[in-house]
C-alpha cells in the first residue's frame, strides 16, 4: 500500500516534467526503478517480473476498494437489498479492478449501487463496453445526452438532427430539403457522433419518423423543457440518432447538463415549418 502511494505521489509531481522523465517514470510499473526494499539492478528477471506484478495486484485492491467505497456511500439504507446474480458481480469484479481513472470509478460505483438495490439494469455487454469507454468518450456521451429529447410518451432518448420536407408542392419552392440543427455549433461534431457510433452507444444509421400529421402535434421533452410542435404541413419528418440498448442503459449513470443554447436554437430551427408552444 506505500508503495501505491509513493506512486501516486510521484504522478501528481511529474504532471510538468519532460517527456523522457515521464517515459522514466514508467520504468516503476515495469519493476526497472529501485525502490525501498527493492533493487532493480540485482533482481533477476524473474524477479523483476513479481515485483512489478506484486504492484499490479496492489493498484488492482485500490481500483476495486475504491469502486466499492463509492458504491457503499450512495447505496440506501432504506430500501430492500438484492443478492448479485453470481456471474455477473464476479464478471463486474474482474473488470472494476482494471479502472483507474476516478471519473470512471465513480460510474462503476453508481453501477454497483444500482445492482444492489435495483438488480438486472445493466447486462454484461454493457460493463465489456463501459470498460472499453475512456474518460474523454464519457464526456463525449456527456455532452450528447445533454442535447438529448424524449419524443412523445417514450423513455427512450433521440439525439434529433434536424428535420425534413418531402413531397407536395410546396418543395418545389424550397432551396434544400434538409434542415440541419448543426451539432457542432454546440461543442458535439461529426467526430465525436462517430465516436459514439464506434463505442456501440449510437446506431450507426440514421432514423426518421415517418410522415408527420399536420393535425398531430408532436412533443419534445429536454430536462425540464417541454415543447409542443405542430406540422404546418403533411410533408415533414424529423431526423434523429437513436441510442443503441447499451445506450440507454448507460443514461442511467450519466447526469448530463442542459444547454440553454442549444434549446433556444432548437425552438428557432424549427419554427419555420412548426407551430410551437
Known sequence: ????????????????????????????????????????????????????????MSQYQIN??????????????????????????????????????????????RIL????????????????????????????LEKALGMAVKVNNETRLKLIIGYRYTGGIGQIFRRSSPINIGLSNFGLPYSNILTLIDAGILH???????????????HFTLFDTKMKLTPKSGHLLVNYYRLTPIGDELTQLIHPKPDSEYTKAMRTLFAKDFKIE
Open 1 to 56: 500500500m506505500a508503495e501505491i502511494a509513493k506512486i501516486s505521489e510521484v504522478k501528481s509531481a511529474q504532471s510538468d516534467v519532460s517527456a523522457r522523465k515521464k517515459a522514466l517514470l514508467l520504468g516503476r510499473q515495469l519493476g526497472l526503478s529501485s525502490e525501498e526494499g527493492y533493487r532493480a539492478t540485482t533482481a533477476s528477471v524473474a524477479e523483476r517480473a513479481e515485483h512489478r506484478q506484486r504492484k499490479l
Open 64 to 109: 476495486l476498494e475504491t469502486i466499492y467505497k463509492i458504491a457503499l456511500s450512495i447505496t440506501p439504507s432504506d430500501v430492500t437489498g438484492s443478492d448479485l446474480d453470481p456471474d455477473w458481480s464476479h464478471q463486474f469484479f474482474q473488470i472494476a479492478e482494471q479502472i483507474h481513472n476516478r471519473k470512471m470509478q465513480e460510474l462503476w460505483g
Open 204 to 218: 450507426r444509421s440514421e432514423f426518421e419518423t415517418g410522415l408527420l400529421n399536420s393535425k398531430t402535434p408532436i
Open 113 to 140: 449501487a444500482n445492482e444492489i438495490t435495483n438488480p438486472g439494469n445493466f447486462s454484461l455487454r454493457t460493463l465489456t463496453t463501459l470498460k472499453q469507454l475512456t474518460h474523454k468518450e464519457a464526456q463525449i
